[in-house]
Each structure stands twice: as structure tokens, then as C-alpha cells.
């Protein structure tokens, strides 16, 4: 089970129970009429390695203000109902950052357990003025040969991106699970 355990039932206001469905230990509704299913199925979530071209390639790297200081990742957003995966990260850059999206290239999918999300990780290749949207606090823009992925999440894509480009990889920091802290 990834996320706290429902009391009611969304569809017709029962308790739920757990029970075996499917093979697995799930919450399900036992109303004969009803039958829902928790099935607790992983969110997708797009991540962006926002390579910014009118800034020697920097690799942009954003805070969120809930996260402790120096602590940096990718730019992240969920993938909404009626979007493509690449129109999506291609909106999150530019409402999180106010970059313009030039190219968007698949890197990988990735399971991030801990929060139940498909990380899908993009390079994007962007331009423009950065500007913060509320989310974030701060940004840095890191050349790509000071850039080093973290074993967790999108530190994943971040690795993917530097192998595709022929890049050694650095010594991952195993205390440093989801983000790029030491800048």
C-alpha cells in the first residue's frame, strides 16, 4: 500500500474493506451492487532535464519552496487527462519556469516507489526569460560537466541524459536520494 488506506467507498459511500483482488491485498467495496476496486494504480508524472539553449546548454535546476536549502531537481508535473506525455512537460517548463520548449526527446520511465508516481524523464531543449512560477523558489543553471544524478527519481533521467550524451558519471552521493544538493 503506497498511500494512507480510504474509510468510505467513492462510488457508493460504503466502508471499505481489504481483501485479496487480483493477487494483491487491496481496499475494495463488498457492496453486492457495487464492487469498487482500489486498485492504487502509480500517477504519471513528467520530468523535464531542461537543457537551456540561449544559456551554453545549462541544465536548469529548480527548488521547491517545501524542500530544505542547496536541495535542487528536475522541473516535475503531473501528466493531465487529455495530454500527451510531451505536450505536458512541455507545459510544465513553461508554467514553472516560462520557458518555451524548442525540442522534447524521451529519455526513460522510471518508478519512484516512495510517492507511487511513473516518472516519465524528457530532455528539453528551451529558451527564453526565466521566470519562477509560486512553486518554486529558486533555480540554478548548472553546466553539464557540474552536473551529478542522484540514485533516486529524476536524478535517474538526469543519468540517462549525461550517458546519452557520452558524459561520464561522477560518484552518486547515496545520502542524496531525490535531489542535487550541494550547489
Known amino acids: 500500500m503506497s498511500q494512507a488506506s480510504w474509510r468510505f467507498c467513492p462510488q457508493c459511500g460504503s466502508p471499505l474493506e481489504w481483501g485479496h483482488v487480483a493477487g494483491a491485498e487491496r481496499q475494495a467495496c463488498y457492496t453486492p451492487s457495487c464492487g469498487f476496486v482500489r486498485w492504487d494504480n502509480p500517477l504519471p508524472v513528467v520530468a523535464a532535464v531542461i537543457e537551456c539553449v540561449d544559456r551554453e546548454g545549462a541544465i536548469l535546476l529548480a527548488r521547491n519552496h517545501a524542500w530544505p536549502e542547496r536541495m535542487f531537481a528536475l522541473v516535475t508535473g503531473f501528466l493531465e487527462k487529455g495530454k500527451s506525455p510531451e505536450e505536458a512537460v512541455a507545459r510544465e517548463v513553461k508554467e514553472e519556469v516560462n520557458l518555451d520548449a524548442v525540442s522534447v526527446r524521451l529519455l526513460g520511465a522510471y518508478p519512484f516507489l516512495r510517492k507511487n508516481e511513473l516518472l516519465l524523464g524528457y530532455h528539453v531543449q528551451a529558451r527564453g526569460d526565466i521566470v519562477l512560477n509560486e512553486e518554486l523558489a529558486e533555480f540554478r543553471l548548472i553546466a553539464p560537466d557540474r ?37
Open 147 to 183: 552536473l551529478r544524478p542522484w540514485p533516486q527519481a529524476t536524478g535517474q533521467a538526469v543519468r540517462d541524459w549525461m550517458l546519452s550524451r557520452g558524459m561520464a558519471l561522477p560518484e552518486i552521493v547515496e545520502g542524496n536520494l531525490f535531489a542535487h544538493a550541494d550547489l
